[in-house]
């Protein structure tokens, strides 16, 4: 079970190759060679932009950001949350050098939270950048390095204000001390208006009692209220050795850690999600690989945080083997206050093992087995990232092997009860090119 640790650590300062999973090495050769199946070795460049949308803001933005990728290039597309597409490529790799001061790579991902008057802000991995975007003219604004002397390997983008954002760096530098913020495996401070850093919040203190060969590694995060929590994945250099991972809660008004939660069992948790209401946090752990496509399920699972006076408390908690078969993957979501609906992933057959599809299952605090709603075809690995929009009653998962690929949609509350979860289609975003949908986001 959780253990809550609280502190009071203020701020300390003010001011490679691609990885096609998101966070761990030993996914690319898997994740690379899934992607070369499905496109084959001569896959189109992006196609030319489409410019932007029109479409009216409601109750819960505007759309969804879907992110297609080969990952060697990538093409972001913008569908309402019907599955209606708004523009099929507001940006691409191929926008560069015309509307881009550095080319989108082709390891690329959407904020978590979404940002709200029709912008965008994309993560672009590997060349360690942010890049915002104007939905409504089409056009990209504005693009910040997050490198500081090294390869920093951003993996969200969390906005306070015009003038405050957080971005979690998953790398930790081993020379720090060349350039200001350099520091690495933490949490940097941007001014978004002047695009510019101005501060890092140090998250070693949050790995406390753990032997200092394990980095913090910072994935996603989220705003809720004045606290903003990040998922530590918690690993060695490698990436082959991993601890505990860890949810730390920062004050947004000073970037002063406030207390630190350890998910007791759990390593490799990389997908974060808030509820509708705000009172509870979803996460998702693959688990450990030790270098191999072998997850340890034991260290995998679901975990359902209450937010509360004293801090989080564990309220619900799935192991993979009560999922099913394979791994929880790297995306949860809510689909109601209470069902989440995350992505598992399959495997090929390995040692005389019989093959695992990839999944997408609901789970449901009110009680009630797991339900898978969807499953690969053939490839694992080709279900990528849900998201839903509860308060419109959709959801939507990317499907790299469908079709080509495709983004399926799912209705909450279809049918009967708020606990049913019907499929409604299956649409493309952009047939002009083979790049599959992988990540998804929100504006």
Not at 198 to 207: E, I, K, Q
Request: hydrophobic share 45%; proline share 7%; glycine share 12%.
């Amino acid at each position: 079970m959780m253990r809550v640790m609280t502190s009071s650590f203020a701020s300390l300062y003010d001011w490679g190759p691609r990885r096609p999973a998101r966070w761990s090495p030993p996914w690319t050769a898997l994740v690379a060679g899934a992607a070369g199946a499905l496109l084959g070795c001569n896959a189109p460049a992006p196609p030319e932009d489409t410019g932007g949308t029109d479409a009216p803001e409601g109750p819960c933005g505007i759309g969804a950001v879907v992110i297609s990728s080969d990952y060697q290039s990538t093409s972001v597309g913008l569908l309402s949350w019907d599955g209606a597409v708004l523009s099929a490529s507001i940006a691409s790799s191929a926008s560069a050098p015309l509307v881009l001061s550095a080319p989108l790579s082709g390891d690329v991902t959407a904020s978590t939270m979404p940002l709200r008057g029709g912008r965008l802000a994309l993560v672009d991995r590997s060349a360690s950048a942010l890049t915002w975007l104007d939905a409504r003219r089409g056009e990209v604004t504005g693009q910040l390095s997050v490198a500081t002397g090294f390869t920093a390997n951003p993996q969200d983008y969390i906005e306070v204000s015009p003038v405050k954002a957080y971005v979690p760096r998953l790398e930790p530098n081993l020379a720090p001390g060349a350039q200001p913020l350099d520091g690495g495996s933490d949490v940097l401070v941007v001014d978004p208006e002047a695009r510019a850093l101005v501060g890092r919040v140090d998250l070693a203190p949050a790995m406390a009692g753990e032997d200092p060969e394990f980095h913090p590694r910072p994935s996603r995060a989220a705003l809720v209220e004045d606290s903003l929590y990040v998922l530590l994945t918690a690993s060695t250099l490698s990436f082959l050795e991993t601890a505990a991972s860890r949810l730390v809660e920062i004050d947004a008004r000073d970037d002063a850690i406030k207390a630190v939660t350890l998910l007791d069992g759990l390593h490799g948790c990389a997908g974060l999600a808030v509820s509708p209401s705000g009172a509870r946090l979803a996460v998702v752990c693959s688990g450990s690989f030790g270098g191999d496509a072998t997850a340890n399920l034991a260290e995998a699972g679901v975990v359902i945080l209450a937010r509360g006076e004293g801090g989080l408390v564990e309220e619900r908690r799935w192991t993979a083997a009560e999922l099913g078969e394979g791994s929880p993957g790297f995306s949860v979501a809510f689909a109601s206050e209470d069902t989440v609906l995350l992505t598992t992933l399959g495997h090929d057959a390995i040692g005389g093992v019989r093959p695992v599809h990839d999944t997408l299952t609901a789970a449901d605090l009110s009680g009630g087995a797991p339900r898978v709603l969807l499953r690969s075809k053939e490839l694992p690995f080709s279900l990528g990232e849900v998201r839903c929009a509860a308060a419109c009653g959709r959801c939507l998962v990317a499907d790299a092997e469908t079709d080509g690929g495709v983004v399926h949609r799912f209705d909450v509350g279809a049918g009967g009860g708020s606990r049913a979860l019907v499929h409604a289609g299956a649409f493309h975003v952009d047939p002009r090119v083979g790049l599959p949908p992988r990540y998804l986001g929100a504006f």
